[in-house]
T-cell receptor, first 110, second 113 residues
Framework: RKEVEQDPGPFNVPEGATVAFNCTYSNSASQSFFWYRQDCRKEPKLLMSVYSSGNEDGRFTAQLNRASQYISLLIRDSKLSDSATYLCVVNAGSARQLTFGSGTQLTVLP | DVKVTQSSRYLVKRTGEKVFLECVQDMDHENMFWYRQDPGLGLRLIYFSYDVKMKEKGDIPEGYSVSREKKERFSLILESASTNQTSMYLC????????????FGSGTRLTVV
């Protein structure tokens, strides 16, 4: 079983749609959780950290469910510029090292 | 603004050449990492370092070595480049505890011909 698993997609959604991605992790001792965004042929960039109580940043909402060991990312009112690959990231057993999921590809269509 | 700088954006090298990829960070981070990224395979960890002169193998170290003589600089070395090392190489750094995530360099797209 992979340490961090994501549905690779692709997710193709119209502008204005709401889309949600889930990610599961295997190590119950994990403490840090993130969503990264990666544009085509660019480096990954931190989108948001995920906190136990859930957190929101504009149109983006992240949730953590420790009991079921998954995190989610909700994007409301999708924009064309949201098209990217979204990486789920967890510190799977090491406080100094992060484990990256393979990413979920999102395309927002006009 | 904090930065991780990779020396080259694009490189073309010949099979058998020794290749050096340089990464410099200006954030006084302890941890530095080298990844390669290929379509459909995600990010794969090659080597990492938690301190000067310290290095540890990641998941795919074969054919690579690293050097960390100064805290801010982490070099990846392809001892004898091969075509299957054609890839995007990404350097990242973080503070000692990675609870604020990693900062990535802009990547080096290496083609070995």
């Amino acid at each position: 079983r992979k340490e961090v698993e994501q549905d690779p997609g692709p997710f193709n959604v119209p502008e204005g749609a709401t889309v949600a991605f889930n990610c599961t992790y295997s190590n119950s001792a994990s403490q840090s959780f993130f969503w990264y965004r990666q544009d085509c042929r660019k480096e990954p960039k931190l989108l948001m950290s995920v906190y136990s109580s859930g957190n929101e940043d504009g149109r983006f909402t992240a949730q953590l469910n420790r009991a079921s060991q998954y995190i989610s990312l909700l994007i409301r009112d999708s924009k064309l510029s949201d098209s990217a690959t979204y990486l789920c990231v967890v510190n799977a057993g090491s406080a100094r090292q992060l484990t990256f999921g393979s990413g979920t590809q999102l395309t927002v269509l006009p | 603004d904090v930065k991780v700088t990779q020396s080259s954006r694009y490189l073309v090298k010949r099979t058998g050449e020794k290749v050096f990829l340089e990464c410099v960070q200006d954030m006084d981070h302890e941890n530095m990492f080298w990844y390669r990224q290929d379509p459909g395979l995600g990010l794969r960890l090659i080597y990492f370092s938690y301190d000067v002169k310290m290095k540890e193998k990641g998941d795919i170290p074969e054919g690579y070595s690293v050097s960390r003589e100064k805290k801010e600089r982490f070099s990846l070395i392809l001892e004898s480049a091969s075509t299957n090392q054609t890839s995007m190489y990404l350097c990242a750094s973080s503070p000692r505890l990675a609870n604020y995530g990693y900062t990535f360099g802009s990547g080096t797209r290496l083609t070995v011909v």
